[in-house]
């Protein structure tokens, strides 16, 4: 008894899972296998960029490192995701049901995959799930569409800022960049040597650390809303 209320106590931490009833979710455990492998954490990605998502996955436990690299190859995002957490539950279906982001375990994780056919057999035909799904679905595409506002800012540090909040647009905390200067100055249509002068000032102010064809930012949400 104490590890089945010790599973559904989990289980309801989980995004999606909020509010789903003990006898909803302790049913569904024979059939969606309901229990979380244990991994430890790993240089090798469990997931790579533009593989097809074929289960809806949890992160129980633990961090995962994710990257993405952009399509023409000109950038690469380094990010973070902590537990609990459900990962890239927008790109189940649709016109390319593929994984965003490579992850890799940072540290020793605890993870659960749903196959994508037991969401509709099961899970969607609770109210609880599918409302909480419809919620973080509806987050992520307002998210984006924020982020996508018209590029018309006189100011190349604006322009900074919306380009970094575009690309980091579901992302918390310490991110990277890996990108050439003039790249980026392209990107933000700025010189190089007014984005160097830019990030140095952003280095001096504690907002990033440069490196060599890369910065840090120390968290992003905060460098995106700062203002001199």
Sequence with gaps: MHDLSTRYALLTQLPLFRGVSSTELL????????FPDE???????????GEHCSHLLFLVEGELHREHCSAEGNYTLHSYIQAPAV????RLFGLTPTYKHTYTAKSDIKILAIRK?????????????????LNLLSATAQKRDAALRPLQLNN????????????????????EIHILMDDLA???????????????????????????????????????????
């Design 117 to 133: 056919t037991f969401i509709g057999s099961h899970l969607m035909k609770n109210d609880v799930f599918r409302l909480n799904l």
């Design 156 to 175: 190349p540090e604006d322009r900074l800022r919306l380009f970094l909040e575009r690309v980091f647009v579901d992302c918390d905390g310490e991110v």
């Design 27 to 34: 049913g569904w455990e024979d059939a969606l296998k309901l």
């Design 39 to 49: 991994l430890p954490a790993s240089h090798i990605p469990l997931i790579r960029q």
């Design 186 to 228: 392209r990107y933000i249509g700025e010189t190089r040597l007014t984005v160097s002068r830019l990030l140095n000032r952003w280095q001096e102010e504690e907002l990033i650390r440069l490196g060599r064809g890369k910065f840090v930012i120390h968290d992003i949400r905060k460098c995106i809303l700062s203002r001199p």
């Design 87 to 90: 990962i890239e539950a927008d």
